[in-house]
Protein backbone atom coordinates (compact mmCIF):
# COMPACT_ATOMS: atom_id res chain seq x y z
CA UNK A 1 0.00 0.00 0.00
CA UNK A 2 1.53 3.15 -0.78
CA UNK A 3 -0.84 5.70 0.32
CA UNK A 4 -0.90 7.48 3.58
CA UNK A 5 -0.83 5.97 6.62
CA UNK A 6 -1.60 7.02 10.36
CA UNK A 7 -1.60 5.27 13.03
CA UNK A 8 -2.93 4.10 15.73
CA UNK A 9 -6.10 4.50 13.86
CA UNK A 10 -7.72 4.61 17.62
CA UNK A 11 -6.58 5.94 20.94
CA UNK A 12 -8.37 6.48 24.12
CA UNK A 13 -6.80 8.24 26.76
CA UNK A 14 -7.66 10.18 29.47
CA UNK A 15 -7.49 13.78 30.30
CA UNK A 16 -4.19 15.02 31.02
CA UNK A 17 -2.27 12.40 29.39
CA UNK A 18 0.41 13.08 26.09
CA UNK A 19 -0.47 11.51 22.80
CA UNK A 20 1.15 11.35 19.61
CA UNK A 21 0.38 10.49 16.12
CA UNK A 22 2.53 9.08 13.08
CA UNK A 23 1.68 9.81 9.44
CA UNK A 24 3.61 8.46 7.04
CA UNK A 25 3.15 10.06 3.85
CA UNK A 26 3.59 8.77 0.08
CA UNK A 27 7.04 8.71 -0.57
CA UNK A 28 7.66 11.22 -3.40
CA UNK A 29 4.89 14.37 -1.86
CA UNK A 30 7.24 16.66 -0.38
CA UNK A 31 3.93 18.49 1.39
CA UNK A 32 2.43 16.95 4.60
CA UNK A 33 -0.78 18.28 6.08
CA UNK A 34 -2.55 17.37 9.59
CA UNK A 35 -5.82 18.68 10.04
CA UNK A 36 -8.69 18.18 12.97
CA UNK A 37 -12.40 16.85 12.12
CA UNK A 38 -15.12 17.11 14.50
CA UNK A 39 -18.31 15.33 14.37
CA UNK A 40 -20.32 16.81 11.65
CA UNK A 41 -17.95 19.22 10.65
CA UNK A 42 -15.65 19.14 8.00
CA UNK A 43 -12.02 19.09 8.29
CA UNK A 44 -10.19 21.85 10.02
CA UNK A 45 -6.28 23.15 9.13
CA UNK A 46 -3.67 22.73 11.78
CA UNK A 47 -0.54 22.73 10.20
CA UNK A 48 1.55 21.63 7.04
CA UNK A 49 5.40 21.01 6.13
CA UNK A 50 7.14 21.80 2.99
CA UNK A 51 9.85 19.14 3.32
CA UNK A 52 11.24 19.70 6.92
CA UNK A 53 10.09 22.98 7.45
CA UNK A 54 6.75 24.22 8.96
CA UNK A 55 4.97 26.91 6.94
CA UNK A 56 1.94 27.59 9.05
CA UNK A 57 0.49 27.06 11.68
CA UNK A 58 -3.74 27.56 12.53
CA UNK A 59 -4.33 29.09 15.45
CA UNK A 60 -6.64 26.32 16.38
CA UNK A 61 -3.27 24.85 17.17
CA UNK A 62 -2.73 25.88 20.90
CA UNK A 63 0.67 25.53 22.51
CA UNK A 64 -0.19 22.26 24.00
CA UNK A 65 -0.33 20.64 20.11
CA UNK A 66 3.53 20.29 18.80
CA UNK A 67 4.33 18.62 15.31
CA UNK A 68 7.78 17.82 13.66
CA UNK A 69 8.53 16.28 10.60
CA UNK A 70 12.52 15.57 11.04
CA UNK A 71 14.42 15.07 7.42
CA UNK A 72 11.06 15.77 5.85
CA UNK A 73 9.65 11.70 5.85
CA UNK A 74 7.21 10.85 8.30
CA UNK A 75 5.69 13.66 10.60
CA UNK A 76 4.59 13.35 14.82
CA UNK A 77 1.50 15.11 15.82
CA UNK A 78 2.06 15.52 19.66
CA UNK A 79 -0.76 17.06 22.32
CA UNK A 80 -0.25 17.35 25.47
CA UNK A 81 -2.11 17.63 28.82
CA UNK A 82 -5.22 16.68 26.44
CA UNK A 83 -8.20 17.58 26.97
CA UNK A 84 -11.97 16.59 26.28
CA UNK A 85 -12.15 19.09 23.68
CA UNK A 86 -9.36 17.66 22.02
CA UNK A 87 -11.34 14.37 21.11
CA UNK A 88 -11.60 14.60 17.25
CA UNK A 89 -10.39 12.57 14.42
CA UNK A 90 -6.74 13.93 13.64
CA UNK A 91 -6.04 13.64 9.40
CA UNK A 92 -3.17 13.77 7.75
CA UNK A 93 -2.53 14.00 3.74
CA UNK A 94 0.31 14.65 1.67
CA UNK A 95 0.77 16.21 -1.86
CA UNK A 96 3.47 17.27 -4.17
CA UNK A 97 3.78 20.85 -5.30
CA UNK A 98 3.56 21.65 -8.89
CA UNK A 99 2.75 23.88 -10.50
CA UNK A 100 0.97 27.49 -9.08
CA UNK A 101 -0.27 27.33 -5.84
CA UNK A 102 -3.59 27.32 -6.45
CA UNK A 103 -3.20 24.42 -9.26
CA UNK A 104 -4.42 20.68 -8.92
CA UNK A 105 -2.25 19.37 -6.28
CA UNK A 106 -4.85 17.90 -4.70
CA UNK A 107 -4.42 16.31 -1.11
CA UNK A 108 -4.15 12.45 -0.50
CA UNK A 109 -5.82 11.79 3.19
CA UNK A 110 -4.87 9.00 4.98
CA UNK A 111 -7.54 7.37 6.97
CA UNK A 112 -6.92 9.40 10.15
CA UNK A 113 -6.77 8.95 13.54
CA UNK A 114 -9.60 9.11 15.96
CA UNK A 115 -8.75 10.25 19.84
CA UNK A 116 -10.98 9.76 22.52
CA UNK A 117 -10.15 11.83 25.92
CA UNK A 118 -11.94 10.75 28.83
CA UNK B 1 -10.59 35.17 4.16
CA UNK B 2 -11.85 32.60 2.26
CA UNK B 3 -15.05 30.94 2.93
CA UNK B 4 -16.84 27.09 1.71
CA UNK B 5 -20.50 26.82 2.41
CA UNK B 6 -22.30 24.25 1.70
CA UNK B 7 -25.94 25.15 2.41
CA UNK B 8 -27.31 21.17 1.97
CA UNK B 9 -26.93 19.07 5.17
CA UNK B 10 -28.51 15.86 3.93
CA UNK B 11 -29.37 14.73 0.89
CA UNK B 12 -31.16 11.55 -0.76
CA UNK B 13 -31.36 10.60 -4.43
CA UNK B 14 -32.28 7.06 -5.94
CA UNK B 15 -29.97 4.99 -7.75
CA UNK B 16 -29.24 5.49 -11.01
CA UNK B 17 -30.53 8.90 -10.65
CA UNK B 18 -28.62 12.12 -10.81
CA UNK B 19 -28.15 14.30 -7.81
CA UNK B 20 -26.41 17.72 -7.30
CA UNK B 21 -24.61 19.11 -3.95
CA UNK B 22 -24.26 22.85 -3.38
CA UNK B 23 -21.26 24.75 -3.01
CA UNK B 24 -21.14 27.89 -2.72
CA UNK B 25 -17.44 30.26 -1.96
CA UNK B 26 -16.03 33.38 -0.89
CA UNK B 27 -12.66 34.90 -1.43
CA UNK B 28 -10.76 38.17 -3.00
CA UNK B 29 -7.95 35.79 -4.53
CA UNK B 30 -7.69 36.74 -8.44
CA UNK B 31 -7.21 32.72 -8.74
CA UNK B 32 -8.15 29.46 -6.69
CA UNK B 33 -8.71 26.24 -6.72
CA UNK B 34 -11.59 24.44 -5.93
CA UNK B 35 -11.60 20.71 -5.24
CA UNK B 36 -14.43 18.13 -4.16
CA UNK B 37 -13.69 15.23 -1.68
CA UNK B 38 -15.51 11.81 -0.64
CA UNK B 39 -15.68 10.46 3.03
CA UNK B 40 -17.19 7.21 3.15
CA UNK B 41 -17.64 5.90 6.48
CA UNK B 42 -14.49 4.50 6.60
CA UNK B 43 -12.76 8.15 7.59
CA UNK B 44 -10.82 8.43 4.44
CA UNK B 45 -11.38 11.62 2.41
CA UNK B 46 -10.77 10.68 -1.17
CA UNK B 47 -10.16 13.03 -4.24
CA UNK B 48 -13.11 13.26 -6.87
CA UNK B 49 -12.64 16.47 -9.15
CA UNK B 50 -10.42 19.84 -9.00
CA UNK B 51 -11.77 23.18 -10.82
CA UNK B 52 -9.04 26.21 -11.69
CA UNK B 53 -11.21 29.75 -11.42
CA UNK B 54 -9.58 30.25 -14.35
CA UNK B 55 -10.61 26.89 -16.57
CA UNK B 56 -12.63 27.54 -19.66
CA UNK B 57 -14.64 24.53 -19.20
CA UNK B 58 -16.95 22.82 -16.19
CA UNK B 59 -14.58 19.48 -14.86
CA UNK B 60 -15.42 16.20 -15.65
CA UNK B 61 -14.16 12.82 -13.84
CA UNK B 62 -16.55 9.63 -14.79
CA UNK B 63 -19.64 10.52 -13.11
CA UNK B 64 -18.93 13.43 -11.59
CA UNK B 65 -18.89 16.71 -13.34
CA UNK B 66 -18.59 19.84 -11.77
CA UNK B 67 -20.96 23.11 -12.02
CA UNK B 68 -18.84 26.03 -12.33
CA UNK B 69 -20.35 29.49 -12.26
CA UNK B 70 -17.86 32.19 -11.29
CA UNK B 71 -20.07 35.02 -10.97
CA UNK B 72 -22.38 33.49 -8.82
CA UNK B 73 -19.24 31.97 -6.87
CA UNK B 74 -20.80 28.41 -7.05
CA UNK B 75 -19.06 25.12 -7.46
CA UNK B 76 -22.06 22.63 -7.92
CA UNK B 77 -21.26 18.82 -7.89
CA UNK B 78 -22.87 16.83 -10.20
CA UNK B 79 -23.34 13.16 -9.69
CA UNK B 80 -24.68 11.21 -12.79
CA UNK B 81 -26.10 7.40 -12.33
CA UNK B 82 -26.06 7.55 -8.47
CA UNK B 83 -25.09 4.34 -7.35
CA UNK B 84 -25.32 2.90 -3.51
CA UNK B 85 -22.02 3.23 -2.92
CA UNK B 86 -21.93 6.66 -3.84
CA UNK B 87 -23.52 7.00 -0.06
CA UNK B 88 -20.76 8.82 1.36
CA UNK B 89 -19.99 12.67 3.02
CA UNK B 90 -19.16 15.29 0.37
CA UNK B 91 -17.05 18.16 1.01
CA UNK B 92 -16.29 21.08 -1.10
CA UNK B 93 -12.61 22.65 -0.56
CA UNK B 94 -10.94 25.60 -1.80
CA UNK B 95 -7.32 26.70 -1.64
CA UNK B 96 -6.27 30.69 -2.95
CA UNK B 97 -3.33 32.54 -4.33
CA UNK B 98 -2.13 33.19 -0.96
CA UNK B 99 -2.22 29.58 0.66
CA UNK B 100 -1.33 26.13 1.01
CA UNK B 101 -4.16 25.05 2.42
CA UNK B 102 -7.30 23.69 1.69
CA UNK B 103 -10.45 25.18 3.27
CA UNK B 104 -13.53 22.90 3.70
CA UNK B 105 -17.13 23.27 4.06
CA UNK B 106 -19.33 21.67 6.25
CA UNK B 107 -20.32 18.52 3.96
CA UNK B 108 -23.72 17.30 2.78
CA UNK B 109 -24.30 13.67 3.85
CA UNK B 110 -25.63 11.76 0.85
CA UNK B 111 -27.42 8.94 1.25
CA UNK B 112 -28.70 6.96 -2.14
CA UNK B 113 -31.60 4.44 -1.71
CA UNK B 114 -32.44 1.66 -4.11
Known amino acids: DTGVSQNPRHKITKRGQNVTFRCDPI?????LYWYRQTLGQGPEFLTY????????KSRLLSDRFSAERPKGSFSTLEIQRTEQGDSAMYLC????????????????FGEGSRLTVL | AQKITQTQPGMFVQEKEAVTLDCTYD???????LFWYKQPSSGEMIFLIY??????QNATEGRYSLNFQKARKSANLVISASQLGDSAMYFC???????????FGTGTRLQVFP
Open chain 1, 93 to 108: ASSRLAGPRWSTGELF
Open chain 1, 27 to 31: SEHNR
Open chain 1, 49 to 56: FQNEAQLE
Open chain 2, 27 to 33: TSDPSYG
Open chain 2, 51 to 56: QGSYDQ
Open chain 2, 93 to 103: AMRGDNTDKLI
